[in-house]
């Protein structure tokens, strides 16, 4: 039987030894699975995701995603060696595909496997709205978010054994407890830090937008046609996994001449706006 105080000591060691670096923000991040297992449990996924859906090829609108992924990729790989992280994407293995489907989203795995529906394009309407969207995603993948939200869910679930071994003598509250820790840590701690992660992809995608020659500032218009897109049908923002669309753009608002600035360090002075 593990004691109670050395579930506690276990769990500060393993949270000591398993962070990262975000190389953005400088912070510490969580990091018990490493990229190392992740990138390749990635790559299949996304071969198989591939492999039943309809892919588009050879189309004008294809060629545009492949062509900003690019140019936003290499912006990261600009902005990652000027701030001393040469060699940080050796791992990552770019893949841009564009597929036949009327939902209205882009997503991008560990590693930098994306892909583009075509039901997002109305929205994007263009190569600066695939920009936007694009920085976004690949933003994702740079941070490592699928690698801190696994860690999570595993600190999520070693946070309900702890609190199961702390009242193992009084089951009665053993229910309530499980009841109560499910809907608090969801609420209070899950959704938070994905939100987090949203902005944080949000902020870090005007950045590479901007290094890749886009205009920052043209984010503010797609968030307006993503809102009106949903016709107001959005849960509150405290119980969705992304900040309200207000939230979103007021930020981006803020961040755009930050963005801006940070791209006239590479000597970029001209951005794309249609």
């Not at 564009?98 to 590693?111: F, H």
Request: glycine share 8%.
């Amino acid at each position: 039987m593990i004691s109670k105080r050395q579930l506690c000591l276990s769990l500060t060691f393993l949270l000591f030894l398993s962070c990262n670096t975000n190389p953005f923000t400088g912070k510490k991040t969580l990091a018990l699975v490493p990229n190392s297992q992740i990138f390749p449990m990635a790559f299949q996924q996304y071969d198989e995701f591939l492999s039943q859906s309809n892919v588009v090829k050879g189309t004008a609108e294809a060629r545009m995603v492949t062509n900003v992924g690019q140019k936003i990729a290499a912006a990261a790989e600009r902005y990652l060696t000027a701030q001393g992280y040469a060699g940080y994407l050796k791992d990552y293995a770019w893949e841009y595909n564009l597929v036949n489907d009327e939902t209205v989203n882009a997503w991008c795995m560990p590693g930098g496997k994306i892909v583009f529906y075509t039901g997002i394009l109305p929205i994007t309407q263009g190569e600066v709205g695939i920009a936007t969207v694009m920085g976004h995603e690949v933003a994702h993948a740079l941070a490592n978010h699928g690698q801190q939200r696994m860690s999570a869910s595993q600190l999520q679930a070693l946070g309900a054994v702890a609190g199961n071994v702390a009242l193992s003598n009084d089951p009665e509250n053993v229910e309530i407890f499980n009841q109560a820790y499910g809907i608090g840590s969801q609420v209070g701690v899950m959704l938070p830090f994905s939100r987090s992660h949203e902005s944080e992809a949000d902020k870090i995608g005007l950045y590479l937008m901007a290094i890749a020659g886009y205009e920052p500032m043209e984010a503010v218009q797609l968030w307006e046609r993503m809102k009106s897109n949903k016709n107001g049908e959005a849960p509150p923002e405290f119980l969705s996994t992304h900040p309200s669309d207000d939230t979103r753009i007021s930020n981006i608002q803020g961040w755009a001449p930050e963005a801006k600035a940070e791209a006239r360090k590479f000597g970029v002075t001209q951005f794309k706006t249609q």
